[in-house]
C-alpha cells in the first residue's frame, strides 16, 4: 500500500530527500499513528484527501509509524 499510494512523493529513509521536494521526509518528522491517518484522511496541502480508505489507512499509518520510530 506505501509503494503504490505513498512513495511516490514520500522517504522513509533517514537522511534521504523524498521524491517529491514539496513533501516531508517522514524519518525526520516521525509523526504519530493520528498524524498520519489524519493526513491520509484529510489531505495537506498538495496531498489530496482519501488517499487511501478503509482500513488502508491504518495499515499505512502503522507502517510509517514502524518505520520511522527510533
Do not use: F
Not at 517529491?20 to 521526509?25: L, M, T
Amino acid at each position: 500500500m506505501w509503494e503504490q499510494s505513498c512513495a511516490a512523493c514520500h522517504s522513509l529513509a533517514p537522511g534521504k530527500p523524498s521524491p517529491n521536494p514539496d513533501a516531508p521526509n517522514l524519518a525526520e518528522v516521525r509523526p504519530t499513528r493520528e498524524q498520519v491517518r489524519r493526513a491520509v484522511i484529510d489531505g495537506r496541502p498538495g496531498m489530496p484527501k482519501g488517499l487511501v480508505g478503509g482500513d488502508d489507512v491504518d495499515e499505512v499509518a502503522g507502517y510509517v509509524v514502524q518505520k520511522t520510530a527510533s
